[in-house]
């Protein structure tokens, strides 16, 4: 889960501030950012590049551009033969790959530090020089079509879900699935791709974050030599969407052959750390856990222990992002029970957590179990670059990472009530339930 990166890199703070500082940061003469994340536990780092483009930045009618042209970033350049990148990589002892969000694309690549240069070169020469043809683009259509009928259109879950954030954002991006609608997928073109690769894949429209056993300045000659040539473009400003107020309570339902127990969701649209009323991210992040984040929360406690009515309960918050976040709550029927009956739980739940405090003992348990969680995976290099890049993409700066800690140990029974009754409000949810087929 995201908030435990953000512990993890807070653990790293109190142990050496300054060796995992913000300071070891430049910028190219073309623009391109640079971050280093000092790790000196193993002789290896990950060299991560994001780049400012995400589903968010897709032009009506190509939903699913971002993610198709992440798969046709590995189809080779004139200098590096199709299906080279990650064999090279993989022959060096490392491993590579890309993924697309709402808010930007990545690419990333862990290995030993001494073939870092390797690296370099060969993602500097795809941000310049990447060649895919009519037939590369068939292919890589039928691929994330392929990927989408797994994923969705053969996944309940999967198909819900989509229905559901759809019905929850009206106007905003997110409204649209990050892999796109099939119908539109279908239509994806070569000049589509090209065009969105031209657009945005710039030094002056992306951030390099290595983080392993390097220091800035190992890495920056490194930089100026692989990406320093590369030029620089001018790039359309991006389009910051809000959300208009909602005034209506949603309620979606689906059958399906494939449904076993019926599930209950409730989503609320809130706020994060730059979107929105972002005084009560901290205090959401925390209340979530409380809810819903262990077996110890007031829900599971109450629906699968208490009353049994549930086989399992689950909550969740992401407080980083350019646009609004999800306050998501899911929970399956447990035998022959009612839906209802777990919809009323949740109902009277929420109502409860409105109007009547959290003990301090429960907030101190839950800030603490999340503290255990980032301890546990603090070395994990990869995990240090994505927390960085998604604090910094999000239009976060280090002041995030370096006060997390005071905030969330911060946080009183007062703020969780203030960002209950903020987020918990009828018109701005939707109801799902998801429910095997009818007799």
Same mark, same amino acid.
């Given at each position: 889960m995201r908030y435990c990166l953000i512990l993890l890199i807070v653990?790293? /703070? #109190? #142990? +050496?501030?300054?060796?995992?500082? /913000?300071?070891?940061?430049?910028?190219?003469?073309?623009?391109?950012? &640079?971050?280093?994340?000092?790790?000196?536990?193993?002789?290896?780092v990950t060299h991560t590049?994001?780049?400012k483009a995400g589903s968010i930045d897709e032009p009506q009618g190509q939903s699913g551009i971002a993610h198709f042209l992440e798969h046709l970033m590995f189809k080779g350049t004139p200098n590096v033969p199709k299906g080279e990148f990650s064999s090279r990589i993989a022959k060096l002892g490392g491993s590579d790959n890309a993924f697309t969000s709402h808010d930007y694309t990545g690419y990333y690549q862990n290995i030993p530090k001494e073939h870092l240069a390797t690296v370099m070169e060969l993602e500097s020469d795809r941000m310049q020089h990447i060649a895919f043809? %009519?037939?590369?683009?068939?292919?890589?259509?039928?691929?994330?079509?392929?990927?989408?009928?797994?994923?969705?259109e053969n996944n309940p879950q999967g198909l819900f879900t989509e229905q559901l954030k759809a019905s929850l954002f009206l106007h905003h991006p997110y409204h649209n699935p990050l892999i796109g609608w099939m =119908?539109?997928?279908?239509?994806?073109?070569?000049?589509?791709? #090209?065009?969105? /690769? =031209?657009?945005?894949?710039?030094?002056? +429209?992306?951030?390099?974050?290595?983080?392993?056993? &390097?220091?800035?300045?190992?890495?920056?000659?490194?930089?100026? %030599? @692989?990406?320093?040539? &590369? %030029?620089s473009r001018i790039i359309p400003p991006r389009i910051h969407t809000t959300e208009p107020p909602a005034r209506a309570e949603r309620i979606v339902m689906m059958h399906d052959p494939k449904i076993? =127990?019926?599930?209950? @969701?409730?989503?609320?649209?809130?706020?994060?750390?730059?979107?929105g009323d972002t005084q009560h991210a901290y205090a959401l992040t925390v209340l979530s856990y409380l809810l819903a984040g262990s077996q110890t929360s007031t829900l599971y406690q109450q629906l699968v222990v208490d009353q049994q009515y549930a086989a399992s309960v689950s909550s969740n918050y992401d407080d980083i992002g350019i646009g609004p976040s999800i306050f998501a709550f899911r929970a399956i029927v447990q035998g022959h029970n009612s839906i209802n009956d777990i919809e009323a739980v949740l109902d009277d739940t929420i109502e409860h957590v409105k109007s009547t405090p959290f003990s301090q003992t429960d907030i101190e348990r839950?800030?603490?179990?999340?503290?255990?969680?980032?301890i546990y995976a603090r070395e994990n290099l990869k995990?240090?670059? /994505?927390?960085?890049?998604?604090? &910094?993409?999000?239009?976060?700066?280090? #002041?995030?990472?370096?006060?997390?800690? =005071?905030?969330?140990?911060?946080?009183?029974?007062e703020d969780i009530m203030a960002a209950a009754n903020h987020v918990f409000v009828p018109q701005s949810s939707v109801t799902g339930y998801l429910m095997k087929e009818e007799e």
């Open positions: 653990c790293c /703070f #109190s #142990s +050496n501030a300054q060796a995992l500082g /913000f300071s070891q940061r430049a910028t190219l003469d073309n623009g391109l950012e &640079i971050i280093v994340i000092p790790n000196t536990k193993v002789p290896a590049l994001w780049y043809t %009519q037939e590369d683009v068939l292919r890589e259509r039928n691929v994330i079509l392929e990927e989408r009928r797994m994923r969705i =119908h539109e997928m279908e239509t994806l073109s070569l000049k589509n791709a #090209s065009d969105w /690769f =031209h657009r945005y894949y710039a030094p002056n +429209n992306a951030v390099l974050i290595v983080s392993g056993d &390097i220091t800035m300045d190992e890495l920056l000659p490194l930089a100026k %030599q @692989y990406y320093g040539p &590369i %030029q076993v =127990h019926d599930e209950l @969701y409730r989503y609320y649209q809130a706020p994060t750390q730059t979107y839950a800030t603490n179990a999340l503290a255990a969680e980032a995990g240090l670059a /994505f927390i960085y890049g998604q604090t &910094i993409l999000s239009g976060l700066d280090q #002041s995030y990472v370096e006060n997390w800690e =005071h905030n969330i140990t911060s946080v009183t029974a």
